[in-house]
């Protein structure tokens, strides 16, 4: 008898009895379908944690100057004054950047008109805004040709909008910061709070020529801040920075390096730690679920074997082997859970789908999940199946025909 | 002519709760084709446990079975099924028909293990319910028929793969004499029509009256093979 002509009789079989094989389905459709929405709503949630960890900054890469010492006493990170914007364009060229902004920040008093406010100047190329993924609220943000003209334009947070102009337009009004005017072109958009608990709205952009020559007067800047064109690549443009640098700084091994390269990855390692320790929690409970749902066929599976008794005895003696009685058991068993597998996916999906819309929760079905529960399922029936039909396999004709 | 049944010697004994119970005692029998026996005997005389092994669902303790000149003594389970499938067919005294499925479909079965072509089962099917009238049935499950009618759908299954012996089992225990006869008639005219050898197992004289030779059994032993002159004659 082959696979089709098996199938077929195992669907006979099932039909004939529907109310009983939905109700052993059930075990696996609840199984199943309580996979697929926890997978759904998990991956829905981690997507999520990955967008915000995005907003951090695309890629980010951020160089640091390393610390001086100064009769002995070792000054902290940032402290050694030894990153140019000439490292930034070296570092700019190098495969796997998508951009750099070399980065001047100082705390200082800004005054607009009466108001006057201490916040942070934040000295930075255009690709800054890139970079950060930090859209422009209102106006424009300078350019390059800024950049190179050292003009005096400023783009302000929206913390420091508020404090100087409250609901007035900021754009075109002149600020001064240590006593150069600067005229406001745009405003940053909102951006809330950082990881740490800083406000970063509370920041003023301006070109990060006009705030080395107007405002620092240093020929250095606090940091390199670094895009890499794709996640995959953070580690080795990480390492290409670290390479690049020690051969423009001209040090040699024993040497410590007069910077540091650093990275977003922990936060990142973080998540997805957080993600894989939730997959294995997801994963016993699927487990434990279906391994229950085949306890349930097999239970079943055995009745109706007994039941079947003699059902078994007549299609042995009009001439089926033991081999075919097997089979057909195991094809009934494989069946009813395969099929409560698919009903499960069905259920489940439909059920996200609705959490979805009145929940307004982030889910996302991974079609993996999906063909992995149904093969599960599947083995589930083969697993559970195999001792019932064993079991019919070897009735004795004469005694499973006598059967009362 | 090849006979469709010759054992020699033949023994079965079963062993129940440590004690040996001698089913059979050394039978010596031959069927040929074309032949309608009734076995006959109490219960206990050994004609069920030689039914079973004629109809290759047991094999004997000891002596040669030759079903249709091939030594069938000694083959295992999946042989047996096989020869079952596609030489032999049954007759039980609960007609034993699938519930919940028509009448066709359980004709089908037997044709279902013998892998016939799915295309040819419904015709043969038809064609043999056709000859034991219940053609008008097919599409009835089995708790829609009367007694009579489910004995002919399970003989009508015992001929879809054309056997060349029917073993029927007290087909009549569970009819009234009316539908006995009936029935009986029915085999009657397979034998003569058809020439399908026929074994009928029974204790009751009047349905073993129908067949041409009469064979009993006591403790295991063939204790008497007569033809039956009334039907002969």
Known sequence: MNLRATLRLALQALIRNKARSLLTMLGIVIGVAAVIVTVAIGTGARVQVQNSINALGSNLIVVQPGSVTTSGARGGLGTASTLTPADGMAIASLPGVASVSPMVTLRTQVVAGENNWQTTISGAAPTYTYIRSWPIATGRLFSQSDVDSTAKVAVLGQTVVGQLFGNANPIGATIVIKGAPFVVIGTLAPLGQSGTGQDQDDTVLIPYTSAMERLTGLTTVNQLMISAASADKIDAVQSEVTQLLESRHRIVAPQPDDFQVRNLQSIAQAASATGTVMELLLAGVAAVSLIVGGIGIMNIMMVSVTERTREIGLRMSVGARGKTILRQFLAEAVVLSTAGGLIGVVGGAIFTIVVAAVAKWPTDIPIGSVVLSVAFSALVGIFFGYYPAKKASELHPIEALRFE | ????????????????????????????????????????????????????????????????????????????????????????????????????????????????????????????????????????????????????????????????????????????????????????QLFTRLNAECGITIMLVTHEPDIAAYARRIVTFRDGHVVADKINERKVA
């Not at chain 2, 029998?29 to 290759?56: C, D, H, R, Y």
């Not at chain 2, 000891?62 to 007759?91: K, M, N, P, Q, W």
Request: hydrophobic share 40%; no cysteine; net charge negative.
């Open chain 2, 1 to 184: 002519m090849t006979p469709v049944v010759a054992v020699s010697g033949l023994r079965k004994v079963y062993r129940l709760g440590g004690d040996d119970v001698v089913a059979l005692g050394g039978v010596d029998l031959t069927f040929n084709p074309g032949e309608f026996v009734a076995v006959m005997g109490p219960s206990g005389s050994g004609k069920s446990t030689f039914m079973q092994i004629a109809g290759l669902l047991d094999s004997p303790t000891a002596g040669t079975y030759l079903f249709e000149g091939t030594d069938a003594s000694h083959l295992d389970g999946d042989a047996r099924a096989d020869i079952r499938s596609r030489r032999l067919g049954f007759v039980f005294q609960s007609y034993n028909l699938l519930p919940r499925t028509t009448a066709l479909e359980n004709v089908e079965l037997p044709m279902v293990y013998a892998g016939v072509p799915e295309a040819d089962r419904t015709r043969i099917a038809l064609e043999k319910m056709e000859i034991v009238g219940v053609a008008h049935l097919a599409k009835h499950h089995p708790n829609q028929m009367s007694g009579g009618q489910q004995q002919r759908v399970a003989i009508a299954r015992s001929l879809v793969n054309d056997p060349s012996l029917i073993l029927a089992d007290e087909p009549t225990g569970a009819l009234d004499t009316k539908t006995s006869d009936d029935v009986m």
